[in-house]
């Protein structure tokens, strides 16, 4: 197996271990996918995979479609991704990606963070280049109709990385660019995708002992708490 598979093993979801706080995150894919390219998912594949993980993660209807209905109303303020950049203690460097209305409320946030735990709070590209910015799909394994080895080579072209299966179906990462294109062979192709998404995957790791471990967790928490928080990626092998 490989780096993706690895990483895949090792993350924590601590963040979304309610469904509460997974149902937000998914609302706002919802909302920034509907104000990049409108409300129909037939013609917009970015809301087609918001939808996708809205399922996935047992997202009610009414609450997919309240998403959409708000997020088509002129008046209502449309979230947007922002990365920020830092390190943590014992030189872990940290990537958030946070979706915000409200650009001055979160930077002001994240950066209270680094400062108050003994980080750094980096500018933009401080860290970002030791991270591989990949995208991710999650089909149903059940009537695939071709082994993993038949599969990777029917996406060889699209410059897969990774194919494994895990308990929950079989996972395929690729080079964020060709999101679109995997995207669109498997929906011609009638395979089934279950969810997708956008990933940034340590380039090395560093390996910490438990008390050098315990004090960036304490930064991780912090960091994960915040409610416009969707994602953090780090460094520090675990």
Request: some cysteine.
């Given at each position: 197996m490989g780096r993706a598979f690895e990483f895949r093993k090792a993350r924590k979801f601590k963040r979304?271990?309610?469904?509460?706080?997974?149902f937000t995150r998914i609302g706002?894919?919802?909302?920034?996918?509907?104000?990049?390219?409108?409300?129909?998912?037939?013609?917009?594949?970015?809301?087609?995979?918001?939808?996708?993980?809205?399922?996935?993660?047992?997202?009610?209807?009414?609450?997919?479609?309240?998403?959409?209905?708000?997020?088509?109303?002129?008046?209502?303020?449309?979230?947007?991704?922002?990365?920020?950049?830092?390190?943590?203690?014992?030189?872990?460097?940290i990537l958030v990606e946070t979706a915000t209305d409200n650009?001055?409320?979160?930077?002001?946030?994240?950066r209270s963070y680094f400062n108050k735990l003994n980080g750094t709070f980096g500018t933009s590209g401080s860290v970002i280049f030791m991270f591989d910015h990949v995208c991710n799909f999650r089909i149903n394994k059940e009537n695939l109709g071709m082994d993993l080895e038949e599969l990777e080579l029917e996406l060889i072209d699209f410059d897969v990385e990774e194919i494994f299966e895990d308990e929950d179906g079989i996972l395929i990462y690729a080079p964020f660019s060709q999101f679109g294109n995997i995207q669109k062979y498997l929906e011609e192709n009638n395979l089934e995708i279950l969810s997708s998404g956008f990933e940034y995957i340590p380039q090395v790791t560093?390996?910490?002992?438990?008390?050098?471990?315990?004090?960036?967790?304490?930064?991780?928490?912090?960091?994960?708490?915040?409610?416009?928080?969707?994602?953090?990626?780090?460094?520090?092998?675990t």
């Amino acid at each position: 197996m490989g780096r993706a598979f690895e990483f895949r093993k090792a993350r924590k979801f601590k963040r979304w271990a309610t469904m509460a706080k997974t149902f937000t995150r998914i609302g706002r894919e919802i909302s920034m996918a509907v104000k990049d390219g409108g409300p129909n998912p037939d013609a917009n594949a970015r809301l087609r995979a918001a939808i996708q993980n809205a399922k996935a993660a047992n997202m009610p209807k009414d609450n997919v479609e309240r998403a959409i209905k708000k997020a088509t109303e002129k008046d209502t303020a449309g979230y947007k991704t922002v990365l920020f950049e830092g390190y943590a203690p014992h030189g872990i460097a940290i990537l958030v990606e946070t979706a915000t209305d409200n650009n001055n409320r979160t930077v002001g946030n994240i950066r209270s963070y680094f400062n108050k735990l003994n980080g750094t709070f980096g500018t933009s590209g401080s860290v970002i280049f030791m991270f591989d910015h990949v995208c991710n799909f999650r089909i149903n394994k059940e009537n695939l109709g071709m082994d993993l080895e038949e599969l990777e080579l029917e996406l060889i072209d699209f410059d897969v990385e990774e194919i494994f299966e895990d308990e929950d179906g079989i996972l395929i990462y690729a080079p964020f660019s060709q999101f679109g294109n995997i995207q669109k062979y498997l929906e011609e192709n009638n395979l089934e995708i279950l969810s997708s998404g956008f990933e940034y995957i340590p380039q090395v790791t560093k390996k910490l002992s438990e008390e050098e471990k315990a004090d960036v967790e304490k930064l991780l928490e912090k960091i994960e708490e915040d409610d416009d928080t969707q994602n953090v990626y780090h460094t520090m092998e675990t």
